[in-house]
């Protein structure tokens, strides 16, 4: 691969996981006044809408709509993680949240080398024991499993592998794409199918926003879903599976650096050296990547690989 490009789609990826340091805690705001199924539902139909625009300003075809078994993956996963995750936002802390889902990678490695659609390397291994220790020591201080009742936290650990799902789905669709045009349509794809699975669920509960729950709803759907989702679309060109997942975990670093910027909290030493290892967990297996590791073979929409 390229290594200009990988240190390309790496900068996506960090832009991307920038944009998805505001996810937690604007949703877990948005609890007050909505069910989370409402919230997942209206910022997905809003993001779709945003995409849907940007590809007819392109003049990109949008329908039909072709499914192969990787993204219908993704869709499942994408489907089952943002059911799981808005409510379970309702029934544990922003923190816990972030730290549980972000489980993500490890099921990543999981799914990856017990189905064998990817090798799995020794350092993606080590990176995603950096990753994971970097997370807990970020959020150590506010981690409190079980402190709001262990149903939620529950549902956040579902929510970290129906996510390795999606990560694992988009990958393998992004894999055989060759322009941003291609991805565009991809993650509209996704994110329009999802929306409509999860439509039902909107009216089960009443609906009464304030205009500030709007604001933030319409923020939530255009950065960290259109922009981030497609910038995280545009690293995973350029990365492993593994390292794609391990780019969304750079959001809690980006959550707590946001934190301390703009509400002036306190950058502990737990928090400062839990930042470290994840930057250094998510850069490592590009470092290790580079002119040494064999193409995969490419994999059609049937799953078979190209002799």
């Not at 072709?66 to 993204?71: E, G, L, M, P, V």
């Not at 995603?128 to 402190?147: E, I, K, Q, W």
Request: aromatic share 12%.
């Amino acid at each position: 691969m390229n290594s200009s490009f990988s240190r390309r789609a790496l900068g996506f990826g960090i832009v991307a996981a920038l944009l998805f340091g505001t996810h937690a805690v604007v949703a877990r705001f948005l609890t007050g006044d909505l069910h989370g199924l409402q919230i997942a539902v209206l910022r997905l139909w809003i993001a779709s809408a945003i995409l849907l625009l940007i590809l007819k300003a392109r003049g990109l075809n949008v329908f039909p709509i072709r499914f192969d078994r990787f993204k219908l993956v993704a869709i499942l996963g994408f489907v089952l993680n943002y059911a799981v995750f808005h409510i379970g936002l309702e029934r544990t802390s922003a923190t816990n949240a972030m730290v549980l889902e972000n489980t993500a990678p490890f099921f990543v490695l999981l799914l990856l080398a017990g189905a064998g659609i990817e090798r799995v390397r020794l350092i993606d291994i080590v990176a995603t024991l950096l990753v994971m220790s970097g997370v807990f020591l970020t959020v150590r201080h506010d981690f409190d499993p079980g402190a709001t009742g262990s149903f939620g936290d529950i549902l956040m650990i579902a929510a970290g592998f129906t996510w390795a799902l999606f990560i694992i789905g988009s990958s393998r669709c992004v894999q055989n794409t060759e322009a941003p045009g291609e991805r565009l349509q991809l993650l509209f794809q996704v994110l329009l199918c999802s929306a409509v699975i999860l439509t039902p669920g909107f009216f089960l509960y009443p609906f009464s926003p304030t205009a500030e729950d709007m604001f933030w709803l319409v923020f939530l759907a255009v950065f960290p879903t259109a922009f981030g989702y497609f910038l995280w679309y545009e690293a995973m060109a350029g990365v492993s599976t593994v390292t794609s997942a391990l780019l969304f975990v750079l959001s809690v670093v980006f959550t707590f650096i946001n934190a301390a910027i703009f509400l002036g909290e306190p950058l502990t030493l737990d928090i400062v050296l839990g930042g470290a290892l994840v930057i250094i967990a998510v850069i490592l297996p590009s470092l290790f990547s580079a002119g040494k590791e064999p193409d995969l073979p490419e994999t059609d929409e049937r799953g078979s690989s190209d002799p």
